[in-house]
């Protein structure tokens, strides 16, 4: 024992020194004793098989000198800090030498030297890894299920599923979609290592522009197959020219593409990068696949919003007709669809001529936004128009008729609309007679921008809840060069502001438009309200006084 410059630990001293060797010459873990010159004075035989060289060509020499693949490594600022500051130390590094793996090492300082103790945890850290990388992957899955679930940002969804798989099944990872019209373009990168990140950004919006037929994103997006290829492979099939030479530059070494189905039709990929000494594990694998399959579902469901939303959309486009040419007053329409494939619904905008050629314009909007709000939307206007035109009844008379009309044969339908009618005042003017069941007041621009809102916030009772509610009418003159502007409440209302602060912003508007043309008015209302493509549809319908009326009878009514 005294010749290893070990001191036996109490409880043990009445072994002898034969005994100790025999029992470190037999534990499973590396034992060996340095002095304090950091010559080797002891190696067992475990140490012996780790270190790969017989004890008897290695005892007495200096460590660094006999394994100088330790040297600036965890194992030796190990060493050196127990050493210097006669305190144990424990920690787990890789393996400095050629094997690969990891070890735990503890390190007890003495007066003569270093006793060490290695062993070999290689499994466990597996173990760990694997568990690890399970439940990242399982959390990766769990993630990505719930983003591309959220059918108001699908698109942006699959944009950000490059961000998604990176780290835990790649290190860089683009996007591609497929358009409708069979147009491929990259939607989306990401690189795990941020000083890359701007060299994969400028290859993905060049990249599709330059691969050949024979690239692996090609033959992916034809063939509808997963392919592996070596990006060097890759670079020798592209021209010269930026996009191979930043692929160069961002030096994976392999490629992985997966292509996104829906059904038969191949709807994008998924392209992978993989750097040097990473291998796509088999879970690996199987979760990019079903990453892949994921996205696939989502991009399908955006495809089929978007049949739905143009079904709708040419559904309604097809029950709003022009409004008539009238002499004396301008009248313009106009519909924006919403943003979302779910909001397109029942708003309307209608104007006719009654049987004495009193010109009647309606706004309107049927609760609900799908492509039944929209059906709906066709049969009310229709009512209307029929009520109005046989009846020849004022604004209150006719919302009075087609609230009945709603009971008797929609009664699930509720619907807000406000109805106005032209008439002459008597003394060479003009006078708007109006009435509102529950839908945004018009409005009345002065010629000399002074802009009034009829009515309350809201009108009387929406129509479909009680057929026998009072409908009252009101009147207010109009001279000439007025406008009057109904509209729903898409224009108005937005979900981070109150319906106060949009009516507010639609008056302060309309004042500095005053005085434009009526086209002109009405488009510039919407560019300044919307800003964009809104959340809600939006209908509207104005007209402007140019004329004095012109005696009756004289207008023909459209039938």
């Known amino acids: 024992m005294d010749d290893l410059g070990l001191r036996p630990r109490e409880g043990v001293a009445h072994r002898s020194g034969a005994e100790v060797v025999r029992f470190l010459e037999t534990m499973p873990a590396a034992f060996l004793f340095l002095d304090a010159a950091w010559h080797l004075r002891y190696v067992n035989g475990e140490a012996e098989r780790l270190l790969g060289r017989p004890r008897a060509q290695i005892l007495g020499e200096s460590l660094w000198e006999a394994f100088p693949q330790v040297v600036g490594t965890p194992f030796e600022a190990g060493y050196r800090t127990a050493a210097e500051t006669g305190n144990p130390l424990t920690f787990e590094a890789r393996s400095p030498g050629p094997r690969p793996g990891w070890f735990e090492v503890r390190v007890w300082p003495g007066a003569d030297g270093l006793a060490v103790y290695v062993l070999d945890v290689t499994d466990r850290r597996d173990a760990e890894e694997a568990a690890r990388r399970a439940t990242a992957r399982t959390a990766l899955l769990a993630r990505v299920s719930a983003e591309l679930a959220d059918q108001q940002d699908t698109l942006s969804a699959l944009a950000r599923l490059a961000e998604l798989v990176v780290p835990v099944l790649t290190d860089a990872c683009i996007v591609t979609l497929v358009d409708r019209e069979g147009r491929a373009r990259d939607v989306g990168s990401w690189h795990g290592d941020p000083a890359r990140r701007p060299l994969m950004e400028r290859y993905a919006r060049i990249r599709l522009d330059t691969l050949p037929g024979t690239s692996p994103v090609a033959r992916a997006l034809q063939a509808g197959t997963p392919l592996t290829e070596s990006v060097d492979a890759v670079l020798a099939l592209m021209p010269p020219g930026p996009a191979r030479d930043l692929l160069a530059a961002l030096a994976p070494a392999t490629a992985v ?292 009326p012109e005696e009756s009878g004289t207008t023909e009514p459209d039938g």
């Open 257 to 548: 593409v997966l292509p996104l189905t829906a059904g038969a039709r191949t709807v994008g990929v998924l392209t992978l990068y993989l750097d040097a000494g990473r291998v796509m594990t088999p879970e690996d694998g199987d979760t990019a696949r079903q990453v892949a399959a994921e996205a696939g579902r989502a991009i399908a469901r955006v495809h089929r919003q978007s049949q739905q939303a143009q079904l709708a959309e040419a559904l309604q486009r097809s029950l709003l007709t022009d409004p008539p040419e009238l002499t004396g007053t301008d009248v313009v329409v106009r519909y924006v669809p919403a943003a979302e494939a779910a909001r397109v619904g029942g708003d309307w905008y209608d104007a006719f001529l009654q049987r004495d050629g009193s010109l009647v314009v309606v706004i309107g909007d049927v609760v609900g936004h799908d492509t039944a709000a929209a059906a709906a939307m066709g049969q009310l206007r229709g009512l209307l128009r029929g009520i109005a035109h046989y009846s020849g009844a004022g604004p209150a008379g006719v919302l009075r008729g087609l609230d009945e009309a709603i009971a008797q044969m929609h009664d699930e339908t509720l619907a807000t609309a406000a109805v106005a009618r032209l008439e002459p005042d008597g003394s060479g003017g003009r006078l708007l007679r109006w009435a509102n069941a529950g839908h945004p007041p018009p409005v009345v621009v002065a010629p000399d921008g002074a802009v009034t809102v009829l009515g309350g916030e809201m009108g009387e009772l929406m129509l479909g809840i009680d057929p026998t509610a009072h409908r009252s009418e009101s009147t207010v003159p109009l001279p000439p060069g007025a406008t009057v502007l109904l509209h729903t409440d898409g224009l108005v209302e937005r979900r981070q502001s109150t319906l106060d602060e949009g009516t507010a912003a639609l008056v302060g508007h309309l004042g500095e438009l005053a005085g434009t043309p009526l086209a002109e008015l009405c488009d510039g209302l919407l560019r300044r309200m919307l800003r964009g493509i809104p959340q809600d549809d939006v209908a509207l319908v104005a007209l402007r006084v140019a004329d004095p």
